[in-house]
């Protein structure tokens, strides 16, 4: 007897990686951290089975045909040879942006520092004058381009942060933008607001961040948009308490609080995400044990962001001592005009060659870790719900039908070719949109 028909069937898998071997995860009872190549669900010759657009069964092939037939499926892909995977969730960009900062990345390799070009008025600031003076179409094509981008190396929910206006009609333009590209493209936007980026010219902090409290986030709030409200605690920028500030004002107008946290020094954004419960503390290149301790209490996500150490040509995050503390790790692109690499892939290969992930860390940061960051499993955050499925990140039953079909036989492959896009087809709710399976349905 067989079930009713699939829009798609992926069957004969050499490699299926279901999601989290075990949610969570917790050191061992011995005290030990846990196995770092044992914390996927990974199986063999296994199929996955989409229904209205989620997973109706995952499991053996035999079993798993035997129900869905994939003759009588909308898209059937036999994966025999290949690794099957959950779409990447990329759970921090600030994808929205216009203008070209290509030579402030020859003024690095110069000698010139992230604060020194920010003090010339480079930077967040120059992108934010080239944003201002750009109009909504030109900005929502652009996000297209990098959304495109996104979801052919294998990103299938992304989250894209304003901040690039630093006042309160840009940055509501900026989330219009973000949501009629959500409306538009095949990848799943979660939005959130940062009007707390950076400084405006002409203005000091004090009275900035009063805007920020008093004006933009009311406002952002009453446009619906927005699901997150971020703040960048760091030396120079927002001290800890304007932070907290940014981020108790959100809190009280629905929006979940998120932080970039110990970026270029340790200030206290870490503790201060704990202390709010914030969904995300991000960065983190400067966290101490004691910050691991108190994220990883509050349950705060840790967002790995190694594109932006790789670009700087700084230190890493720590990201061992996170997931050996039992912390559920996620890793992101941290996509920008200073970290100009959209590929979660590439992320991926940091996370293992400068952070010491194994690649099954990588993969499960890259997947359920980005969601947890996106708060899949923090309902109570959320005044209107959560802005992702609680399966989110995983091929679990019931989960969203986002899988990657890898030119791969196994999810190592992902940092291990990192010169290489190993994505081969990209199904979202089940509807290729990626791949030859993707092109076929176009010329139908």
């Known amino acids: 007897m067989t079930d009713a028909a699939p829009d798609a069937v992926v069957y004969g898998a050499g490699e299926l990686v279901v999601g989290p071997a075990g949610e969570g995860p917790a050191p061992a009872t011995d005290g030990s951290p846990p196995d770092p190549d044992e914390v996927l669900d990974v199986r063999e010759d296994a199929a996955v089975a989409i229904v209205d657009g989620e997973v109706a069964a995952v499991g053996p092939t035999g079993a798993v045909t035997d129900r869905y037939p994939?003759?009588?499926?909308?898209?059937a892909i036999d994966a025999a040879g290949r690794a099957v995977l959950p779409g990447f969730v990329d759970s921090h960009t600030h994808a929205v942006f216009a203008g070209d900062r290509s030579d402030e990345f020859a003024a690095k390799l110069r000698g010139a520092t992230y604060q020194d070009i920010l003090a010339e008025g480079g930077g967040i600031l120059r992108t934010v004058r080239a944003t201002r003076a750009a109009d909504d179409e030109a900005l929502l094509e652009r996000l297209l381009g990098h959304l495109d981008a996104m979801l052919a190396g294998g990103s299938t929910t992304?989250?894209?942060?304003?901040?690039?206006?630093?006042?309160?009609?840009?940055?509501?333009?900026?989330?219009?933008?973000?949501?009629?590209?959500?409306?538009?493209?095949?990848?799943?936007?979660?939005?959130?607001?940062?009007?707390?980026?950076?400084?405006?010219?002409?203005?000091e902090t004090a009275e900035y961040v009063e805007e920020?409290?008093?004006?933009?986030?009311?406002?952002?709030?009453?446009?619906?948009?927005?699901?997150?409200?971020?703040?960048?605690?760091?030396?120079?920028?927002?001290?800890?308490?304007?932070?907290?500030?940014?981020?108790?004002?959100?809190?009280?107008?629905?929006?979940?609080?998120?932080?970039?946290?110990?970026?270029?020094?340790?200030?206290?954004?870490?503790?201060?995400?704990?202390?709010v419960g914030a969904v995300s503390a991000d960065h983190l290149l400067h966290a101490n044990g004691e910050d691991i301790e108190a994220l990883r209490d509050a349950g705060v996500?840790?967002?790995?962001?190694?594109?932006?150490?790789?670009?700087l040509g700084g230190d890493y995050a720590d990201a061992r001592a996170f997931r050996d503390a039992g912390a559920p790790l996620a890793v992101a692109t941290d996509f920008n005009p200073n970290c100009y690499a959209p590929r979660m892939g590439f992320a991926a290969t940091l996370a293992c060659v400068e952070m010491g992930l194994s690649p099954a860390e990588?993969?499960?940061?890259?997947?359920?870790?980005?969601?947890?960051?996106?708060?899949?499993?923090?309902?109570?955050?959320?005044?209107?719900?959560?802005?992702?499925?609680?399966?989110?990140?995983?091929?679990?039953?019931?989960?969203?039908?986002?899988?990657?079909?890898?030119?791969?036989?196994?999810?190592?492959?992902?940092?291990?070719?990192?010169g290489d896009n190993v994505v081969r087809t990209v199904l979202k709710g089940g509807r290729p949109v990626v791949g030859p399976e993707a092109e076929r349905e176009a010329d139908a």
């Open 70 to 75: 994939p003759e009588a499926a909308d898209t």
């Open 158 to 203: 992304v989250e894209v942060k304003s901040g690039y206006g630093l006042d309160v009609e840009t940055e509501l333009r900026l989330l219009s933008v973000v949501e009629r590209a959500d409306e538009a493209h095949p990848v799943d936007i979660v939005p959130t607001f940062m009007g707390a980026h950076a400084v405006p010219e002409g203005r």
């Open 212 to 275: 920020v409290v008093d004006e933009q986030v009311p406002a952002v709030a009453e446009q619906g948009v927005a699901a997150f409200c971020d703040v960048f605690c760091e030396e120079g920028v927002f001290s800890v308490e304007e932070s907290r500030r940014v981020l108790e004002a959100g809190r009280e107008h629905g929006l979940a609080p998120k932080v970039h946290a110990e970026e270029f020094v340790r200030l206290g954004g870490a503790q201060l995400g704990a202390e």
């Open 301 to 311: 996500v840790p967002v790995m962001l190694p594109g932006t150490a790789f670009g």
């Open 362 to 418: 990588a993969v499960r940061a890259c997947t359920r870790g980005g969601a947890l960051a996106l708060g899949a499993d923090r309902a109570s955050a959320f005044p209107d719900g959560p802005p992702l499925d609680p399966k989110a990140g995983t091929l679990a039953v019931g989960a969203p039908g986002d899988l990657l079909v890898l030119d791969a036989p196994t999810h190592v492959h992902v940092p291990y070719r990192y």
